[in-house]
């Protein structure tokens, strides 16, 4: 398989039984191929000679009597990851070739998805159906809780506030984040599911007694709608609540001055209801 130019492919291992089979992606709707081409464990631990440069391997995977290789010119950018989904990073191909192997994909030296024990591990979550780039976001949230001072006998309060935002979106960070302001929330995802229309997930975290559900609604790659609820529950005091609903558009497959993880406030405004 080669890449030129522009071209980028997307592959997938699936573990059948006894045996393995590799599995291409559309470029165009970002369907997985329907048909997967046959490939068979073959255990190794020799070096391949590719191009004049030795690339180490174990556990490669055969296909159709061939190795599982990508050719791309030397120089290309490509991202990988060491967990799926997670960590991912860019590189610069040195070598000109990726191979994948059943210990992980290599690419100059770079181990890709690694596998444990010749079992092939599914991701815990795909990627979404969305475009990777910078994404407007239009929030409108409101929230609710129980407010008193001086003595005074407790009164309900009710406070909405609309902000838009613009988020930069890619294969590592684009679910919502869980981490608390000091990164020890002791946050966790629970009913975590990703379909062709709808990320949905629940999140508990310990530093703030807030449980989250959250849904985001895929219309199509470029557009969707966002709600979560959340109810705080710190022991002893009154629970309160918070609701967000909105709808996000892609905007352009580059994030400009926008970082991963970093919204950017475009407006905002509140209001106090009482």
């Known amino acids: 398989m080669k890449l030129r ?21 559309s470029q165009d709707d970002g369907s997985w191929d329907t048909d997967a081409a046959p490939a068979t464990r073959l255990d190794d631990t020799e070096k391949l000679e590719i191009g004049g440069k030795s690339i180490p391997y174990s ?10 290789l990508i050719e791309m010119p030397v120089g290309s950018s490509y991202r990988a990851t060491s967990i799926y989904g997670q960590g991912w ?10 191979l994948m192997t059943i ?70 960070r684009w679910r919502p984040s869980i981490k608390a302001p000091d990164d020890s929330s002791g946050c966790v995802r629970t009913n975590e599911l990703l379909t062709e229309k709808r990320y949905s997930v629940d999140v508990t975290c310990a530093f703030n007694y807030a449980v989250t559900h959250y849904d985001m609604d895929f219309e199509t790659n470029e557009d969707g709608h966002v709600k979560d609820t959340t109810t705080y529950s710190p ?13 996000m558009k892609f ?4 994030c400009g001055a926008v970082t991963p993880g970093k919204p950017q406030l475009v407006t905002k405004s509140k209001e106090v209801l009482k």
């Open 89 to 98: 990073g860019e590189y610069k191909s040195e070598t000109g070739y990726l």
């Open 235 to 247: 022991p002893g005091e009154d629970p309160s609540y918070r609701e967000t609903t909105g709808v």
């Open 251 to 254: 905007i352009s497959s580059d």
């Open 103 to 172: 210990q992980g994909f290599q690419v100059d030296g770079h181990d890709l998805y690694p596998l444990s024990g010749g079992v092939v591990v599914e991701p815990s979550i795909g990627p979404p159906p969305m475009k990777m780039g910078l994404w407007e976001v239009a929030l409108n949230l409101k929230g609710n809780w129980t407010e008193s001072s001086n003595g005074k006998p407790k009164v309900r309060r009710t406070e909405e506030e609309t902000e838009t935002i613009r988020k930069c979106i890619t294969l590592d």
């Open 59 to 68: 556990c490669a995977l055969a296909i159709d009597g061939g190795g599982v």
């Open 5 to 25: 130019g522009e071209a980028s492919l997307s592959l997938r291992v699936e573990k059948d039984g006894d045996s393995y089979r590799v599995r291409g992606r």
